[in-house]
């Protein structure tokens, strides 16, 4: 199994990261709606740069006049592994062994999109169709 992180990110507008450790680095996604154990919520994730590995453990400020300025905390923090799929397929069947995120996960490119993938919630015993996301940092 692999390391996950979830950051949430106070910068210009609030979004969360996903980060999945794969082939030494952290592929990370950014979910401006952050993510969802409701399987009915199909959150918009956005292919953005690797990570190195060490930034799982990052929380801190990044200055103004940089690139992704502004707080950012662990929101979860876990292990995953991929049961099926592969990025170079553009689907990913995944399962989560987070403290928040926990159970079956899709992770899936949009149709001819290089960047937009869609994550989701699958119906298993963790789904909560009341799903509220709760943020770490009061704003």
């Known amino acids: 199994m ?10 210009r507008r609030l979004h969360f990261d996903l980060r999945l ?3 030494g ?16 919520d199909k959150r918009l994730a956005i292919l953005v740069e ?3 590995i060490e930034y799982a453990d990052f929380e801190g400020i990044i200055p103004e006049g940089m ?5 950012v905390v662990i929101w979860d923090k876990g292990r995953y ?7 170079s397929e553009g689907k990913l069947d995944l399962v989560f062994y987070g403290r928040k995120l ?6 899936a ?6 960047k937009e993938w869609l994550f989701i919630k699958k119906k298993d015993k963790f789904a909560d169709s009341r799903f509220v996301l709760k943020t770490v940092l009061k704003k």
Request: glycine share 10%; net charge negative; hydrophobic share 40%.
């Open 25 to 40: 680095v952290l592929k990370s996604w950014a979910v401006p709606k952050g993510p969802s154990m409701n399987p009915s």
């Open 2 to 11: 692999n390391l996950f992180v979830i950051h949430e990110h106070h910068a």
């Open 50 to 52: 690797d990570h190195p």
């Open 102 to 107: 926990k159970g079956a996960f899709a992770l």
């Open 109 to 114: 490119r949009m149709a001819n999109k290089d």
């Open 81 to 87: 592994e991929i049961v099926g799929g592969s990025l």
């Open 21 to 23: 450790e794969m082939d």
């Open 67 to 71: 690139y992704g300025a502004g707080e």
